[in-house]
Each structure stands twice: as C-alpha cells, then as structure tokens.
C-alpha cells in the first residue's frame, strides 16, 4: 500500500463507474507514437523497428501484439469503455483514446519509485474525471496494437502522453521480477488515491484555496 499519502475519501462513490481490472490495454490504431522514423501511426510499427523510450532512448520493438475488439451496438458494460482523453489533459497534443486497462506513467510530487523519480504507472480506468478524462463509446470495431520490447519500457505518444508497454511474459516468467521493477505498478485502489490526490492538489494551486483535511493527510 502507499506511504506517501492517506486516502481522504472511499473510492469509486465519487465516479460513475468504480475502476475494476478487466484486462484491456493497448493502444487504438491511429495512435501516433515517436520512432527512429518520426511520428508513426502504431499500427505501422514492427518488430525490428525503433522507437522513441522514456528511460533508455531507442529501443527495439520485438513483437507487436495485435487484437480486434468488437465492442456491442448501444449500451456496452461501462468497465470495457475505452477512456477518452482530451486534448493536452496528459501532453498529447490531439484528442484520443485508451483502452481501461492501459498503463499510464504519470508524474507527482506526491510519489517516489524505489529509485527515487517521481512517476508511477496508473491503469488508465483510474483517470476518469482528471482533467476531463472520461469513458465514451468510440466505435464498435477497435483495433488495438501493442509495441513490446526486451524489457518493460514507456513510449512517448501523440507528443508527450507516456505508454505502458510490459515485456512479454511467458508461463515460466509470470510473476518473476526480470527488470527489478524498472516501473511502480499500482493497484487500482493505490492508483485512485493517487489521482485523486493529485486531482485536489491541482484545484487547490488554481483556486487558491485551502484544502478541506487536516494539516498532513498526505504524507510523503
């Protein structure tokens, strides 16, 4: 669990869908993503191509996973609901969309990795309602792409949204720790109270106004 910080509020009353893991991540194809090459559509990546990491520059995707998802007409289980992210809400520079459970690296002062940086990896299903991320119904017929590398690795998107992108597990390498934990992970309930925390934070700086907690709630 978090150190850093105690939890003001029980999570989920206050979204109109409690965050759960339903194992949908990847990146919608037109998604643009830094390579050797430039900006590139994912969907045009392949393995052998270079792209554009947070932490060790160009990196060698070595495999591609591709996935069709038909989401139902209508009304669709809002768990599944791909997240819309508005423009500039995360550095990306045009409007876009992430799958629930898609990691995002995201940046705070209210956290520190074992190596001393502030980032954390959130699923994307946790952002609902920071700056205006929210679920909408996109197409029915998605196609999601997702680059992997040696190593787990962040990619840069659509400027300056970071991507989550695991390295390949196998039934021998599930659970074992190859990278010594290169990425904090969190759970989804850590990662609401990060969110959240960091959604007050903000409305706090713009506002001018004190939060409504006692003197340290947050502890880092």
Not at 21 to 38: D, E, I, M, R
Not at 123 to 130: D, M
Not at 168 to 174: A, E, H, V
Not at 195 to 202: G, H, L, Q, R, S
Request: aromatic fraction near 6%.
């Amino acid at each position: 669990m978090l150190d850093w910080f105690q939890k003001r509020l029980s999570f989920g009353a206050e979204l109109s869908v409690p965050p759960v893991s339903v194992g949908q991540g990847g990146f919608l194809s037109g998604t643009h993503v830094a390579s050797n090459l430039g900006w590139r559509p994912v969907e045009a990546l392949c393995a052998g191509d270079k792209v554009l990491t947070f932490d060790h520059g160009m990196q060698t995707v070595v495999e591609m996973v591709r996935e069709t998802v038909q989401l139902e007409a209508g009304e669709i289980d809002p768990t599944r609901c791909p997240m819309h992210i508005p423009r500039d809400a995360l550095n990306n520079r045009v409007p876009m969309w992430l799958m629930p459970d898609q990691g995002v690296l995201m940046e705070s002062d209210l956290i520190e990795d074992h190596q001393g940086d502030p980032f954390a990896v959130v699923p994307a299903s946790t952002l609902e309602g920071y700056r205006g991320i929210c679920r909408l119904h996109p197409d029915n017929h998605l196609q999601l792409i997702t680059p992997r590398f040696e190593q787990d690795e962040v990619i840069y998107l659509e400027a300056g949204l970071l991507g989550y992108c695991p390295a390949p597990r196998d039934l021998l390498t599930i659970g074992v720790d190859l990278h010594e934990d290169i990425y904090k992970v969190l759970p989804i309930e850590e990662a609401c109270a990060l969110i959240e925390a960091m959604t007050t934070a903000e409305a706090v700086m713009m506002t001018g106004a004190l939060p409504m907690t006692s003197p340290g709630a947050f502890q880092m």
